[in-house]
């Protein structure tokens, strides 16, 4: 039996009333800005989203969400990712926080929090990095102390995407010192409320000219003990099936997708064999990595925890979404006549282009975590 | 796949394990396996799975005799079992008469059904194919030992592998969804949807076994060898790449999203 299960779903047809659905949203709402309009950080857009109960979509009615199906939640952000909507104030809660939140947090924090996040008035960020561990998430030094009724913080995360938009962030911090049978023991992860005291959020350009990351310096920082998520020192065996969640997304491989629209519309509509053969192969590449990231979600929905493939779908959809530009520019190079919208579309993408196989998981760590579902490690 | 499905898939590789073992159908001296496999096939029903049972065949579903190929795909197959579920379903599909024996069908006919049909039977060959080049070279790198360890345990192998998973489970996508597409819309009117995996997959396969499985004996070759030949027949993925660019240029780029979208 190989351990790789990729179920052979289809999207069912009615979820494309769903789709016409969140088209007519789109057009009406958010009509795109520029390139990078998916960057943006839009309350008024984020409530509106919220208002038609996209976000939290698969969580359950009390803490304010949809109770709908995995693959609707996958058409909704396909869409958006598309239309490049300005998402950026809800997803990262949206797709992950929240899944967190739902399994770890206490009762009241649920409450309190979950509906906000649904409403999209709740913004959240991701603190893991720090300047001496990246990948090595386990080597996270930055430093949680018993204090009367919580802990008290100090160090420094970074790379934290956001974190000068967020409400709140989930931090991984230390609270013990790595056992020596298990070095990922001792650390735990907290809900942070970024508007308390004792927290500092730099901006940190990035080469694209945009400042989404951050650095995030935390002294004698105080977060009460309700908002431990999870077991005290145990957040290595927590951070496994939301991976799944994380990494399996249509996000995955449409983060550079108007490369494609471009090409097709300057190739024009009688391109030359070379041209035709190119854009085909990238249209039936696009349409294998939906259909194995919709295989993910319809898993997902079964109740199983295909963390494996989530991890697969992430390494061969960013390493495709990350070639799209430099293959669209040699597909493009024999172009005469008008190119310049499609070498502005191109230039975009190529600079975003480097960190599509570094966030949320490098290629070298997605590589080696399949290894282990293949029963390597 | 329904209860039904499952007993055919169940059968198929039960002959297969029996009478068509790629190790031992390797190191044969002779062609004695050739005449029980195909019978045992033949007996269950399997090599007429596509043809109604009102011309005397199986009358199983489309997605049956797909899972029957992947199977045989796992197998490195050795008889003609996907050329005569395709010609059956394409004689059938003429409402003609189908002869019993082995047959074959033209791998570059003017048929464009037959055509699409062919690539989507030789994509879900080959997508069983790379499953098992998969798990038998996951199976080679835990127990071949060098430089003191197993070589599974070194890096630059476990990465090469983790690729070829990769390059496995988007050809059980690809391959699954032109199956899916055939079953669900059987007009033949859009270009199915192709891309196939066999190139990369066969390299890092025969990088991980090194020279062993460069050797004649050893049975890696019964399926790169496959792979390599499957690609070729009823169109390379170069022409149907070309042709599905052609009809996208035609639509234009606002239709493309949604063409996918709807798939």
Same mark, same amino acid.
């Given at each position: 039996?190989?351990?790789?299960?990729? &179920?052979?779903?289809?999207?069912?047809?009615?979820l494309?009333?769903?789709? =016409?659905?969140?088209?007519?949203?789109?057009?009406?709402?958010?009509?795109?800005?520029?390139l990078?309009?998916?960057?943006?950080?839009?309350?008024?857009?984020?409530?509106?989203?919220?208002?038609?109960?996209?976000?939290?979509?698969?969580?359950?009615?009390?803490?304010?969400?949809?109770?709908?199906?995995?693959?609707?939640?996958?058409?909704?952000?396909?869409?958006?990712r598309? +239309?490049?909507? %300005?998402?950026?104030?809800?997803?990262?809660?949206?797709?992950?926080?929240?899944?967190?939140?739902?399994?770890?947090?206490?009762?009241?924090?649920?409450?309190?929090?979950l509906?906000?996040?649904?409403?999209?008035?709740?913004?959240?960020?991701?603190?893991?990095?720090e300047?001496?561990? +990246?990948?090595?998430?386990?080597?996270?030094?930055? #430093?949680?102390?018993?204090?009367?009724?919580?802990?008290?913080?100090?160090?420094?995360?970074?790379?934290?995407?956001?974190? @000068?938009?967020?409400?709140?962030?989930?931090?991984?911090?230390?609270?013990?010192?790595?056992?020596?049978?298990?070095?990922?023991?001792?650390?735990?992860?907290?809900?942070? &409320?970024?508007?308390?005291?004792?927290?500092?959020?730099?901006?940190?350009?990035?080469m694209?000219g945009? #400042?989404?990351?951050?650095?995030?310096?935390?002294?004698?920082?105080f977060?009460?003990?309700?908002?431990?998520?999870?077991?005290?020192?145990?957040?290595?065996?927590?951070a496994?099936? =939301?991976?799944?969640?994380?990494?399996s997304?249509?996000?995955?491989?449409?983060?550079?997708?108007?490369v494609?629209?471009?090409?097709?519309r300057?190739?024009?509509?009688?391109?030359?064999?070379?041209?035709?053969?190119?854009?085909?192969?990238?249209?039936?590449?696009l349409?294998?990595?939906?259909?194995?990231?919709?295989?993910?979600?319809?898993?997902?929905?079964?109740?199983?925890? %295909?963390?494996?493939?989530?991890?697969i779908v992430?390494d061969?959809g960013?390493?495709?979404?990350?070639?799209?530009?430099?293959?669209?520019?040699?597909?493009?190079?024999?172009? =005469?006549?008008?190119?310049? =919208?499609?070498?502005?579309?191109?230039? @975009?993408?190529?600079t975003?282009?480097?960190?599509?196989?570094?966030?949320?998981?490098?290629?070298?760590?997605?590589?080696?975590?399949?290894?282990?579902?293949?029963?390597?490690? | 796949?329904?209860?039904?499905g499952?007993?055919?898939?169940?059968?198929?590789?039960?002959?297969?394990?029996?009478?068509?073992?790629?190790?031992a159908?390797?190191?044969?001296?002779?062609?004695?396996?050739?005449?029980?496999?195909?019978?045992?096939?033949?007996? /269950?029903?399997?090599?007429?799975?596509?043809?109604?049972?009102?011309?005397?065949?199986?009358?199983? *579903?489309?997605?049956?005799?797909?899972?029957?190929?992947?199977?045989?795909?796992?197998?490195?197959?050795?008889?003609?079992?996907?050329?005569?579920?395709?010609?059956?379903?394409?004689? /059938?599909?003429?409402?003609?008469?189908?002869?019993?024996?082995?047959?074959?069908?033209?791998s570059?006919?003017?048929?464009?059904?037959?055509?699409?049909?062919?690539?989507?039977?030789?994509?879900?060959?080959?997508?069983?194919?790379?499953? *098992?080049?998969?798990?038998?070279?996951?199976?080679?790198?835990?127990?071949?030992?060098?430089?003191?360890?197993?070589?599974?345990?070194?890096?630059?192998?476990?990465?090469?592998?983790?690729?070829?998973?990769?390059?496995?489970?988007?050809?059980?996508?690809?391959?699954?969804?032109?199956?899916?597409?055939? /079953?669900?819309?059987?007009?033949?009117?859009?270009?199915?949807?192709?891309?196939?995996?066999s190139?990369?997959?066969?390299?890092?396969?025969?990088?991980?076994?090194?020279?062993?499985?460069? *050797?004649?004996?050893?049975v890696?070759?019964?399926?790169?060898?496959?792979?390599?030949?499957?690609?070729?027949?009823?169109?390379?993925?170069?022409?149907?790449?070309?042709?599905?660019?052609?009809?996208?240029?035609?639509?234009?780029?606002?239709?493309?999203?949604?063409?996918?979208?709807?798939?």
């Amino acid at each position: 039996m190989s351990p790789i299960q990729f &179920d052979q779903i289809r999207l069912p047809r009615e979820l494309q009333a769903l789709r =016409e659905e969140v088209r007519e949203f789109l057009r009406r709402e958010a009509p795109a800005t520029g390139l990078s309009s998916r960057a943006e950080y839009n309350a008024e857009f984020s409530r509106k989203v919220g208002a038609r109960g996209w976000i939290g979509m698969t969580w359950p009615k009390r803490y304010g969400g949809g109770e709908r199906s995995f693959l609707e939640r996958y058409v909704v952000t396909e869409e958006f990712r598309v +239309g490049n909507a %300005p998402v950026a104030l809800h997803f990262t809660a949206d797709r992950q926080s929240g899944p967190i939140l739902l399994k770890y947090a206490g009762e009241p924090t649920k409450q309190s929090i979950l509906p906000r996040i649904t409403r999209g008035e709740c913004c959240f960020c991701i603190g893991m990095s720090e300047p001496g561990s +990246g990948s090595d998430l386990f080597a996270a030094k930055t #430093k949680a102390t018993r204090a009367a009724g919580g802990w008290t913080i100090n160090g420094t995360k970074i790379w934290t995407s956001g974190a @000068h938009h967020a409400n709140y962030m989930i931090g991984l911090f230390r609270t013990s010192p790595p056992a020596k049978e298990n070095r990922r023991h001792g650390l735990t992860q907290f809900l942070v &409320d970024m508007s308390r005291p004792g927290i500092k959020v730099n901006p940190i350009e990035d080469m694209s000219g945009g #400042k989404h990351f951050n650095e995030v310096v935390f002294e004698d920082f105080f977060i009460p003990d309700d908002h431990v998520l999870g077991d005290v020192d145990m957040a290595w065996k927590q951070a496994t099936s =939301e991976l799944a969640y994380e990494r399996s997304g249509p996000e995955r491989f449409l983060e550079t997708i108007h490369v494609l629209f471009a090409l097709t519309r300057v190739l024009g509509d009688k391109p030359d064999l070379r041209g035709a053969e190119g854009l085909g192969r990238l249209v039936a590449q696009l349409h294998t990595l939906r259909r194995m990231s919709v295989s993910v979600n319809g898993m997902l929905q079964a109740g199983k925890e %295909p963390v494996l493939e989530g991890s697969i779908v992430k390494d061969v959809g960013t390493l495709w979404e990350q070639a799209l530009p430099a293959r669209a520019r040699e597909l493009a190079a024999f172009v =005469e006549g008008e190119r310049a =919208e499609f070498d502005a579309v191109v230039r @975009h993408a190529a600079t975003i282009a480097p960190k599509l196989t570094i966030q949320g998981g490098t290629t070298e760590v997605l590589r080696g975590i399949i290894a282990r579902g293949l029963g390597l490690r | 796949m329904n209860i039904a499905g499952n007993l055919v898939a169940d059968a198929t590789r039960r002959i297969f394990r029996d009478l068509g073992d790629p190790q031992a159908l390797n190191l044969a001296r002779d062609e004695s396996w050739r005449a029980p496999l195909w019978r045992a096939l033949e007996d /269950a029903g399997l090599t007429r799975a596509w043809v109604p049972e009102n011309l005397g065949g199986a009358g199983a *579903s489309i997605a049956e005799g797909f899972e029957i190929l992947r199977i045989s795909g796992e197998y490195a197959v050795a008889v003609p079992l996907a050329e005569t579920l395709l010609a059956g379903w394409a004689l /059938a599909r003429a409402g003609k008469n189908v002869p019993t024996g082995p047959l074959s069908v033209d791998s570059a006919s003017k048929d464009d059904a037959l055509m699409q049909m062919g690539a989507a039977v030789r994509a879900m060959q080959m997508a069983g194919a790379l499953q *098992s080049i998969l798990d038998r070279s996951v199976a080679y790198a835990k127990e071949r030992v060098a430089f003191e360890r197993p070589i599974g345990g070194f890096q630059a192998v476990q990465h090469n592998l983790a690729r070829l998973a990769g390059e496995t489970a988007a050809a059980l996508a690809a391959a699954g969804s032109a199956a899916d597409a055939i /079953a669900s819309e059987p007009s033949f009117n859009d270009a199915v949807l192709l891309e196939v995996a066999s190139e990369t997959g066969a390299a890092i396969a025969h990088q991980v076994h090194g020279a062993i499985g460069f *050797s004649r004996e050893h049975v890696l070759h019964r399926y790169t060898q496959r792979l390599w030949a499957w690609r070729d027949d009823f169109g390379s993925e170069s022409r149907w790449a070309a042709r599905l660019g052609a009809h996208c240029a035609a639509k234009g780029a606002d239709a493309l999203w949604p063409m996918l979208a709807a798939r």
